[in-house]
């Protein structure tokens, strides 16, 4: 079974710029993947921030972007602030209906 | 408002059966995909499985395929997840999400999670 994968975590520090990647244990990520990202921070559901590639989700400030980069999707957080840190998950579709979620990426803020 | 209210936490014992709910309102419910997602303690987000209310179509995800059952009453805009026989790997946080497809729309909406505690 394909792996969805992520870095397990990652630092950025306040005002940076980080980004975070989601590929595949084999083979490359499109667009054909339409690749989404999730915010969750502890306690709460999951929040939306990305879907099909690069479409923010409402609400979600313009300095969340996402992209492929590469042969793997990506998130881009510009100007990180305090309330990003968080666990961030990426989800690809996979056909027929099927979408596998990555392991997570924790971000801190420091 | 466009709302997923899931059921109440459940303290189960192995070989029992359960059924969650996730009662939506604020929009139509038959136009709308509801996924589950399953989160075992401490660990990432696990996609399980979508279903249709509108024609009952249902995807699972091969980990959890004849493991569960993805089923809804139309008649009360609720959606279920049930178990035939619990395992103590089952113990886990579950969410409702629901999306306007399955392919290229976001998760947009989220239940607040019911805890399943499977225990003997």
């Known amino acids: 079974q394909t792996v969805v994968t992520q870095e397990p975590s990652f630092s950025v520090s306040p005002g940076g710029t980080v980004t975070l990647t989601c590929g595949l244990s084999?083979?490359?990520?499109?667009?054909?993947?339409?690749p989404s990202w999730y915010q969750q921070t502890p306690g709460q559901a999951p929040r939306p921030l990305i879907h099909?590639?690069?479409t923010r989700s409402s609400g979600v400030p313009d300095r969340f972007s996402g992209s492929i980069l590469g042969n793997k999707a990506a998130l881009t957080i510009t100007g990180a602030q305090a309330d990003d840190e968080s666990d961030y998950y990426c989800?690809?579709?996979?056909?027929?209906?099927?979408?596998?979620f990555g392991g997570g990426t924790k971000l801190t803020v420091l | 408002e466009v709302q997923l209210v899931q059921s109440g936490a459940e303290v189960k014992k192995p070989g029992e059966s359960l059924k969650i709910s996730c009662k939506a309102s604020?929009?139509?419910?038959?136009?709308?995909?509801i996924a589950w997602v399953r989160q075992l303690p401490g660990k990432g987000l696990e996609w399980m499985g979508i279903f249709y209310p509108g024609d009952s179509d249902t995807r699972y995800s091969p980990s959890f395929q004849g493991q569960v059952t993805i089923s809804a009453d139309n008649s009360i805009n609720t959606a279920y997840l049930q178990w035939s026989s619990l395992k103590a790997s089952d113990t886990a946080l579950y969410y409702c999400a629901r999306a306007l497809y399955y392919d290229t729309s976001p998760l947009d909406y989220w239940g607040q999670g019911t805890l399943v505690t499977v225990s003997s």
């Open positions: 604020g929009y139509t419910f038959t136009t709308y995909w």
């Open positions: 989800v690809l579709y996979m056909g027929s209906g099927i979408s596998v």
């Open positions: 084999s083979g490359s990520v499109s667009t054909s993947y339409y």
């Open positions: 099909n590639t690069n």
